[in-house]
């Protein structure tokens, strides 16, 4: 082809292009308007901007259900090999944005609003975040299913529809207070119920032993209590793919038969109490992140939601007439840490009981069938039950659970012969003191793979929290390093940014990031490094203003924004991060002329309601902030906002604002982490300890763009060992000694110094996560962090070297992995249906 057909080639191809999309684009005019009119039922001049919302989330909807169609008529047709994601949390977010970016159809949508006089941003604000999850754990199940679908993988997300999320956080004279949160309010567009699959969960009762009609000794439980679960499904559309996988969310609901024995006994409001006690299964999320409660009806949500999931799958088999002795070929079940790990003693209930299989086919295809990821290296998150709790709610499983243990501890006993303190410590059975039933050995057991989220976390594992597991079975563990979607935390979140590096890269980046490699090379030109700077100014300026119009304090776009969002924990050490502050304070108050690059210091996190420790800590931070922001001595230098709920919404907003990235927990105790990964792709540096997945992040952009500091990992060992007396520290360092008596003589709580005692007690006496320990090498990493900020342009090269090699954290990799080393499983690309074909 001669270069100027190829050139009219060229153009007849645009021409089509620019066609097609003004056709899109009237014809998503048409459907919002149709939406409002007949869905809201509106018109123009009476509609809220709530009801635009909902009538763009409608004609989005709409452009979904045929891939959604497709994409199950694909795998129901190929009988295709599924992951079933089990996970007690989905922090999926705002769906709207994130289904126009995936259609591709951002930009036309964006058009079609403004030229009705609205904003499309200000309509994806009026969505209410489903914030079924605490943190990292949930967030991390929500970029899964994202990669899963852009990776075309089939898959399904299996979880619980609560009805209140994560509670909403306000201030109230700097103290936490929590509201419910009431996302269903205005309705769900989203999700579409399916009350044709419901399916019926046994709680309580006892069992019995009866001989069938071959003269077999089987088990019958027999329940005391039934509860319906519902499904509830969402599309979950993949990046410019027709693959449309489910979320399905599971709500529990009285069956209508149960109530009558009692209302026709007269008892209505007996009646009325049980469908209130029934539908109490999936009201609210616990909101513990890394802390165990050992509540009754954690574990009653556990086993509702993981039995609804296990007979759905069977169900699916049944209609793909697959036999059940191939539920491990057709079925990869991944256990989101242990809270479904109750479903290895249902699958072998359901196997065994109800399917009639021998107890080995059984827990063979139990065993193939299963893995598990741990999520904490923290002792108290381990879950357990107590065997009286156990009984009470599930007396089967806890006899399976002893046949599991017999069998299992029968081989460990011919492995380690007489080695009573290892065969003790293996047990599902905790026998020390009162008895509990250990989840993550349950999990062990019945898994065929073992993993941990980043490469210090299972090397922990393996030696110390899993370590009789892997002495065992060493072959089932591995480590799949934790990744986030790009999609979400950069396309979407930092739209300025995503048009820079498409305008240097092209797109391919969206879905392959290691191809922002690729701006490596641009770092010695001035006008990239600029622009980049640009759009990093921009980000910081509207984050500015937000915080302004939210908390009533000006914030400076060019001073350095130093961040830390995540759960308030004390592990975490959000209180370092005000030492430091406060130290910063100290200099300025015995030199108010100092010099002093001005920073800006922005905290977000939830504390769990009954952690009083960690609520102190946001205490701590917002009184810090009354007095420093307002001191006229700081003369504006020093800024502290503490940005009230924080969530998959307001992450959005911040981390494409972030100049620096606090990830700065005790060594050896933070799994992974997955919010210093948002942050890297978007270009912030980060300040942080060798743990978890920093560890990781130094390794890709080198040490020499990354701020270390802190213990390592064997020196904290080392020093508990030796006997850790945090008082040494305090004496030996006297920038240390001035932050901690300013704090505990009241000076930050109106002369109480009653207030931070508790807080201050602990650091002194026990300091069980080495702050004192780490704080001079913290401030003077800090002190080096605001010497390279002075040099703009060596920070901007910086920032660009992080983001260009943020490509190893793409969710699209982690995904990949646990695919191919997992779960053996393939993608299965789907071929659109046509109208005529869905109707046929
Ligand atoms: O899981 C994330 C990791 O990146 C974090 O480092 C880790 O802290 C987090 C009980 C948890 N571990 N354990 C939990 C959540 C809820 C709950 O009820 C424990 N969350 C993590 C993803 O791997």
Not at 120 to 125: F, N
Not at 258 to 281: M, P
Not at 410 to 436: C, H, K, M, N, T
Not at 809 to 823: A, G, L, V
Request: glycine letters at 6%.
């Amino acid at each position: 082809m001669d270069s100027s057909s190829a050139g009219q080639e060229d153009d007849r191809e645009r021409r089509g292009i620019s066609e097609r999309a003004s056709l899109d684009k009237r014809a998503l005019r048409r459907s919002f308007l149709d939406n409002l009119l007949y869905v809201q039922g509106k018109f123009p001049r009476l509609a809220t901007k709530n009801d635009y919302y909902l009538a763009l989330a409608h004609t989005v909807r709409d452009r979904l259900m045929q891939r959604w169609i497709s994409t199950a008529a694909a795998y129901t047709t190929q009988c295709s090999r599924t992951v079933c994601y089990l996970s007690a949390e989905f922090l999926m977010g705002p769906h709207l944005g994130n289904n126009l970016i995936n259609l591709g159809i951002y930009d036309v949508a964006a058009e079609v609003v403004g030229e009705l006089g609205l904003d499309l941003e200000d309509l994806l604000y009026q969505e209410e975040e489903p914030g079924l999850g605490n943190g990292g754990l949930g967030r991390l199940a929500a970029c899964f299913i994202d990669s899963l679908a852009t990776l075309e993988v089939p898959a399904l997300g299996y979880g619980i529809r609560y009805e209140y999320g994560i509670f909403h956080q306000t201030l109230s004279d700097g103290w936490q207070v929590e509201k419910t949160d009431k996302w269903l309010r205005f309705g769900n567009p989203w999700e579409l119920a399916r009350p044709e699959w419901a399916v019926e969960i046994k709680f309580g009762g006892h069992t019995e032993q009866y001989t069938d009609e071959h003269q077999r000794l089987r088990v019958r439980w027999v329940a005391a209590r039934i509860v319906n679960g519902v499904p509830y499904d969402t599309p979950i559309l993949g990046y410019h793919v027709n693959t449309a996988n489910t979320l399905r969310l599971w709500k529990a609901e009285a069956p209508e038969s149960f109530d009558f024995g009692q209302f026709n006994r007269g008892d209505y409001a007996g009646a009325v109490t049980q469908k209130i006690v029934s539908e109490n299964l999936s009201k609210v999320l616990y909101p513990n992140d890394e802390q165990e409660a050992g509540k009754e009806l954690r574990l009653q949500q556990q086993f509702f939601f993981v039995s609804c999931s296990l007979q759905d799958m069977l169900r699916i088999l049944q209609i793909q007439r697959i036999p059940v002795e191939k539920f491990h070929e057709k079925f990869a079940v991944q256990l989101n840490d242990t809270h479904p790990s109750i479903g290895v003693a249902e699958l072998m209930r359901l196997l065994v009981d109800e399917q009639l299989l021998a107890w080995d086919t059984a827990w063979d295809i139990t065993c193939k069938s299963f893995g598990y990821t741990n999520h904490t290296l923290m002792p108290e998150a381990l879950e357990r039950w107590s065997l009286p709790l156990f009984q009470r709610v599930l007396p089967r499983h806890l006899e399976i659970i002893y046949e599991i243990n017999a069998r299992f501890l029968d081989q460990v006993r011919i492995r380690f012969f007489g080695d009573e303190a290892r065969i003790a410590r293996l047990s599902l059975i905790e026998e020390q003191g009162p008895r509990y039933v250990r989840m993550a050995n349950l999990a062990c057991v019945g898994s065929h793979a073992i993993n941990g989220v980043a490469d210090l976390h299972t090397e922990l594992l393996k030696q110390d929290v899993l370590k009789d597991f892997y002495e065992l079975c060493p072959e089932k563990f591995s480590n799949k390093t934790n990744g986030v979607t790009p999609r979400r935390w950069i396309v979407l979140a930092n739209p300025r940014l995503t048009s820079l590096i498409t305008e240097t890269l092209g797109d391919g980046w969206i879905r392959d990031l290691d191809l922002l490699r690729g701006l490596e090379s641009h770092i010695d030109d001035a006008a990239f490094v600029q622009r980049w700077q640009a759009v990093k100014r921009a980000n910081k300026a509207d984050l500015a203003t937000h915080i302004e119009r939210r908390l009533q304090i000006s914030i400076d776009p060019d001073s350095l924004f130093d961040v830390q969002v995540k759960r308030i924990h004390e592990y975490k050490r959000q209180h370092l991060a005000a030492l430091h502050i406060v130290a910063l304070y100290c200099r300025i108050k015995a030199n108010p002329n100092i010099e002093m690059v001005p920073r800006t210091f922005i905290f977000g996190g939830k504390a769990a309601p009954g952690y009083h420790m960690a609520k102190l800590m946001i205490k701590l931070i917002t009184a810090i902030g009354d007095v420093v922001n307002f001191d006229p001595d700081v003369r504006g230098r020093l800024k502290v906002a503490f940005l009230p709920n924080f969530s998959v919404t307001n992450g959005q907003r911040i981390y494409p604002a972030a100049d620096l990235s606090e990830q700065i927990s005790t060594a050896g105790k933070e799994a992974s982490g997955t919010g210093n990964m948002k942050f890297q792709m978007n270009g912030a540096l980060t300040i942080g300890t060798m743990d978890g997945a920093n560890i990781e992040i130094m390794e890709e952009v080198g040490k020499e763009n990354f701020f270390q500091f802190g213990l390592l990992t064997p020196e904290v060992y080392a020093w508990q060992a030796r006997g850790y007396r945090p008082q040494e520290c305090y004496e030996r360092s006297p920038a240390l000694r001035e932050v901690i008596d300013l704090i505990g003589s009241g000076y930050f709580a109106r002369g109480d110094s009653s207030v931070f005692k508790p807080l201050i007690d602990v650091l002194l006496r026990y300091d069980p996560y080495f702050l004192l320990a780490d704080f001079d090498s913290y401030v003077a990493c800090q002190d080096e962090v605001s010497a390279v900020y002075k040099d703009k342009h060596r920070w901007a090269r910086m920032a660009i070297l992080n983001s260009a090699r943020s490509g190893k954290f793409s969710s699209d990799r982690t995904i990949r992995q646990y695919c191919s080393e997992i779960w053996n499983v393939d993608k299965v690309p789907v071929r659109l249906l046509s109208q005529e074909d869905v109707e046929a």
